[in-house]
């Protein structure tokens, strides 16, 4: 079984650039949850989906934003980039919500660098 | 605001050893906690878990011990192998359903030692 997938694995933007990233969550998993892990914190939680609509969102400016497809794929885009959004972002899926349990299946990740 | 807290930034264990990493907590809505084991380069991956209604699960050389009046949980690990150097991350959540996504602590970083 294929575990989630991101991409791409490592991006590089500029101050004021948006940028894109993706998540493929496990087959049959409704559920994608993405996460932020600046360095030296923990991963903090940003957006929530399920079943194609935005459940939940951590504390994060609106510029953070996403949807999901109806193959539950997900993207995560970041408008009018700043310095400190530079992180590592994580894609998490589960199965779905009424049946979930809270173990979170994660991707590897993509490195946003904005320079 | 910390919720979870992973107080020691790393942790140097002989093989063969035990290693126990801490992790405070300070919402007492929080119900369920869950620990993770990511090395370079990859995701998070899931070890194991504990509701509330329970002071302590285990599985194989894993276990998680719950002290809910003191906020605290702990992570065993027995006998420590090479494989078990990563970075240990403690979770949270309140209720099953993941709704606020999991509250991570900082992790440790576990190096387990020949």
């Known amino acids: 079984e294929a575990g989630v997938t991101q991409s791409p694995t490592h991006l590089i933007k500029t101050r004021g650039q948006q940028a894109t990233l993706r998540c493929s969550p496990i087959s049959g998993h409704t559920s994608v949850y993405w996460y932020q892990q600046a360095l030296g914190l923990g991963l903090q939680f940003l957006l929530w989906y399920d079943e194609g609509e935005e459940r939940n969102r951590g504390n994060f400016p609106p510029r953070f934003s996403g949807r999901q497809f109806p193959n539950y794929s997900s993207e995560l885009n970041v408008n009018a980039l700043e310095l400190e959004d530079s992180a590592l972002y994580l894609c998490a899926s589960t199965p779905r919500m009424s049946t979930a349990s809270n173990e979170q299946f994660f991707g590897p990740g993509t490195r946003l660098t904005v320079l | 605001d910390q919720q979870v807290k992973q107080n020691s930034p790393s942790l140097s264990v002989q093989e063969g050893r035990i290693s126990i990493l801490n992790c405070d907590y300070t919402?007492?809505?929080?119900?369920?906690f869950l620990w993770y084991k990511k090395y370079p380069a990859e995701g998070p991956t899931f070890l194991i878990s504990i509701s509330s209604i329970k002071d302590k699960n285990e599985d194989g050389r894993f276990t998680v011990f719950l002290n809910k009046s003191a906020k605290h949980l702990s992570l065993h690990i027995v006998p420590s192998q090479p494989g078990d150097s990563a970075v240990y991350f403690c979770?949270?959540?309140?209720?099953?359903?993941?709704?606020?996504?999991?509250?991570f602590g900082k992790g440790t970083h576990l190096i387990i030692q020949p």
């Open positions: 919402n007492s809505m929080f119900d369920y």
């Open positions: 979770a949270a959540s309140v209720g099953r359903g993941g709704a606020d996504g999991l509250t």
